[in-house]
C-alpha cells in the first residue's frame, strides 16, 4: 500500500546519537523448570555483552538450512541452539555450552529464524481499522493524507514504536519500512523510534523531490549510526515522474543501495507503465525491490525473473482493499525472490501466521488447485530466509546458519489455538497466533521472552499512542 507525499519543510537538526542506542535485553527462562544457576531470576538481570545464549532441548527447530537438517527446511529435532556475540554459534543435538552462558529451557517448543517483513508503513498505526468501505485511492483520500499532514515528531514517535513493537511481538526481526514523510525532525524521531525497539530495519526513503543531499543527510546522519539500521531509496514508478525516477535510482546507485518501488497495486495504475520505466531508467535487477506488483503481465513477470528483480508480497492488505491477487504461483515458477510484507494501516495488525496462510488461501482459491505454488514450505521460507533474499540480506539474516546473526523467533505450541500435535510445520502456518511466540531474539538479543516483550512497558505504549492519536483528531 503505497501513500502519497507530505509537503517538505525546512530540516532542523538534533541530537539523534544518545537516543539511539539499543536497549539491553533482559533473558527469562524459557521453560517451566529453572536450573539451579537461574535461581537468582534472570528476568532481572541484562545479558552482558557478548554472553552466549543456548536454547537447550527445543522439540523442533526449523533451521531454513538444508545443509543443516532435514528436507528443504532444515529441521532438526530435539536440537539446541547456540547464540555467541549476536550471531548463531551452533545447532545440534547436546551442544555444550559455554561456562558463562545462559541455558534456556526450550523443550517442547519450536525454533526458527525470525520473520522477515519486506514492506511497512508503521505510522499509519494512527489509522488501523479505518476506511474499510474504500478501494486504495479512497484510502488515500480518506485515511492515510489528512492524518499524515498533521503529524508530529511526538505523534510519529508513538506510533512507530506502537507498530513496530507489535510486530516484534508477533516474530518479526526485521522490516522494511516505506517511509513517505519529509520534514527532517519527523524523519529523526521515526527512526529514533525503530532503533529503540531493537528491531532489524531498513528505512525506505522517498524523497519529495530528486534530493540527493536530503537522502544522503538521512542515511548518514540518521541511519548509519544505528546498528541494526540500513537504507534504501524509495520512489513511485510513473511516466508521469520518469525524471524523478531515474535521479532516484541514480542516488540508490551512488550510495550502494536498492531502489524500493511500488508497482502495479490497482489496474489503474497500468497507465503509469511501471515496469517499463523501471527498465527504461536502467533500474531492473537484483538492486530492485517492487511491492505489490499485482498486475503484471506475461512479458513483465518474464522481465522480471529475467532480471532477478525482488518482489515483496502483501496480501492481507491486497485483499483489503480488493486490489488484486498476485500472480505469485508464476513468480514463484520462474524463480523470483518473493517475500511476505505487511504493509501498515491497511493490514490493521502484523500477524505473520495469518499473512502466510492467506499467501497459500489465495493462491489456491484463483486457481482452484490444492497443488499451487506455495506450499507450507515455500511460504514458511518466503517468511523468513525468501524474505532476507529479496532484500538483499540473506548472507546476514534468515536462516540458522552459524555465522549468521542470532534473529530468532520460538514458538509455544502448547495452547488452546495449537494443540494438539499433528504436523507442527503445517500448524505454524495455519495454527499459529502472535501469542505463540514465546521468544524473539534480534542481533542475540532477547526482545521477548516467556511471552512478554522484555523491558517494555506496553500499558504506557498504547497510553501515549492513543493520546498522540486524540491531539491528531482534535488537530483536524
Known sequence: MQSLPTPPSVPSRRDLLAGLGLAAATPLLLGVTPRPALRD????????????????????????????????????????????????????????PPPDAWVLEASGKLVMPG?????????????RGGCTNRDLFGWFQGCTDPQRGRLTPAA???????????????????????????????IESYVRALADTGVRFTYAMFPPAPDAVLVRKVKKELV????????????HAARAVQDHNRAHWEAAQDLGVMLNSHV?????????????????????????LINHAIHLTDAEIAAVAEHDVRAAHCPL?????????????????????????????????????????TAIG?????????????????????????GAEALGLADRVGSLTPGKRA???????????????????????????PENIDAVFVDGRALKLGGRLVDIDTDRVVREAEAAATRLRAAG
Open 115 to 127: 520473520f522477515v517483513d519486506t514492506h511497512n508503513h508503521l505510522w499509519q498505526a494512527v489509522i
Open 41 to 96: 531470576r534472570p528476568s532481572r538481570r541484562p545479558v552482558p555483552g557478548g554472553r552466549a545464549v543456548l536454547l537447550r532441548g527445543a522439540s523442533l527447530v526449523l533451521t531454513m538450512d538444508p545443509a543443516i537438517g532435514a528436507g528443504p527446511l532444515g529441521a532438526v529435532e530435539n536440537a539446541d541452539v547456540l547464540m555467541r556475540d549476536g550471531a548463531i554459534a551452533a545447532v545440534g543435538t547436546a551442544l555444550r
Open 407 to 433: 534473529d530468532l523467533v520460538v514458538i509455544d505450541p502448547a495452547a488452546l489455538n495449537f494443540a494438539p500435535r499433528f504436523d507442527w510445520v503445517g500448524q505454524i502456518v495455519f495454527n499459529g497466533r
Open 362 to 386: 489465495l493462491q489456491r482459491a484463483r486457481t482452484t488447485e490444492v497443488g499451487v505454488f506455495p506450499q507450507v514450505n515455500d511460504v514458511l521460507r518466503m517468511a523468513t530466509l525468501g
Open 317 to 357: 492488505s491486497n485483499m483489503r482493499l480488493a486490489s488484486g491477487i498476485m500472480r505469485l504461483s508464476e513468480l514463484g515458477r520462474r524463480g523470483v525472490k518473493v517475500g511476505l510484507g505487511l504493509d501498515g494501516g491497511t493490514n490493521d495488525s502484523s500477524d505473520f501466521h495469518a499473512l502466510m496462510k
Open 224 to 235: 548509519d549510526p544505528v546498528p541494526l539500521g540500513s537504507f534504501q531509496v524509495a520512489t
Open 264 to 288: 502495479l497495486e490497482r489496474p489503474e495504475q497500468r497507465a503509469d507503465d511501471p515496469i517499463g520505466v523501471l527498465g527504461d531508467i536502467g533500474a531492473l535487477g537484483p538492486q530492485l
Open 156 to 186: 510519529v514517535h508513538s506510533f512507530v514504536r506502537l507498530a513496530a513493537l507489535d510486530a516484534v511481538q508477533s516474530g518479526v526481526t526485521t522490516l522494511v519500512d516505506w517511509v513517505d514523510i519529509f520534514s527532517y525532525d519527523l
